[in-house]
């Protein structure tokens, strides 16, 4: 008897915990999106200039202007993936 | 980050500079940079002056946010990738190659 109600509740989890867990998602993606940066497709970069981990350089975006592609990767804390 | 250092050779050959930016110290760049091995500039924008002139500071939390931008030789933004897209940089990769293609 214990038995079957443990397996009618792991079907009742199956069954509504997916759901369960996507509306959760769903509300927290709605309260925690961040706004969308306010830069577009075709803007202008804005220049910057920051010290690299050398602590010997810094590193300007417009000594690459006329020269290369930038591939500027904003990332949010180091020791953490990507 | 490593998905960028693994593919930096590529990006190279398509006339890419990669530059990490971030709001940590070089302290921790330095150390994170020897850990994983990162051979291109990552960048302290400690403060966030530049995370917030390019819209990305969540001023709730705190914190930047994880976005690649990619700049053209003219200074204008060609490319941006938000979020979970921006962790890999293949779709970067081919589309500097396209570009180099073009040019």
């Known amino acids: ?82 | 980050m490593q998905a960028f250092q693994a593919n930096l050779k590529k990006l190279e050959a398509a006339d890419t500079q990669v530059l990490g930016v971030s709001m940590d110290s070089p302290f921790s760049n330095a150390a994170w940079a020897e850990k994983i091995n990162v051979t291109f500039p990552l960048l302290s924008d400690w403060g966030g002056d530049v995370t917030k002139q390019y819209g990305l500071y969540d001023e709730k939390r705190k914190i930047g946010r994880r976005v690649n931008f990619l700049i053209d030789k003219d200074g204008k933004i060609a490319e941006i990738q938000l979020d979970n897209d921006a962790i890999d940089p293949t779709e970067l990769v081919t589309s500097c190659e396209r570009r180099k293609l073009k040019s």
């Open chain 1, 1 to 82: 008897m214990q038995r079957r109600t443990a397996l009618q509740m792991l079907a009742a989890l199956a069954f509504f915990g997916p759901r369960a867990g996507t509306k959760l998602l769903a509300q927290g993606e709605k309260k925690e999106a961040p706004p969308l940066p306010t830069l577009k497709v075709g803007d202008m970069a804005p220049d910057f200039s920051l010290r690299d981990q050398t602590f010997k350089n810094m590193v300007s975006l417009h000594d690459f202007k006329g020269k290369k592609n930038v591939a500027l990767a904003f990332y949010i804390f180091a020791f953490t993936g990507g």
